[in-house]
């Protein structure tokens, strides 16, 4: 039997954080989930837990347009360290975003698996799911 996965949101919008947690429990998807307000919390608790797979999680949604550190400084600091986790995680951009600038920059991004335009659609999240 399969684990239950682990699900980061990575979003300075509390509100938006707390609707995809909302949307996961109605849509009756089990999943475990975690929040972080900022990619540098993130990437500190990424460290930490670098060889620990029951703490990391199985997928991430990151917001891009954040403070302190945005969706891609995260994905650069990720990148450095991505060869030392002790498992694959999947990370899906989520924005507000429709600069095709944004888009295809994440596209370029080998370890980004898709970018979603905010609110995350339940097809999305189904799709996200449904390859854990």
């Not at 684990?3 to 089990?30: F, G, N, Q, W």
């Amino acid at each position: 039997m399969k684990s239950t996965p682990k699900i980061c949101i990575i979003d300075d919008d509390y509100i938006y954080r707390y609707t995809v947690v909302k949307k996961i429990e109605t849509m009756h998807l089990a999943a475990n989930t975690m929040d972080f307000e900022d990619g540098e919390v993130a990437l500190a608790f990424i460290l930490k837990n670098l060889k620990i797979d029951s703490e990391l999680p199985d997928v991430i949604f990151l917001d891009i347009d954040m403070p302190v550190m945005d969706g891609f400084q995260f994905m650069k600091e990720f990148l450095k360290i991505e060869s030392q986790l002790s498992k694959k995680i999947n990370i899906y951009m989520i924005s507000s975003s429709l600069d095709p600038i944004d888009i295809e920059r994440a596209k370029k991004i080998h370890s980004i698996s898709d970018y979603f335009v905010k609110p995350i659609k339940a097809e999305q999240l189904q799709s996200v799911f449904s390859v854990l």
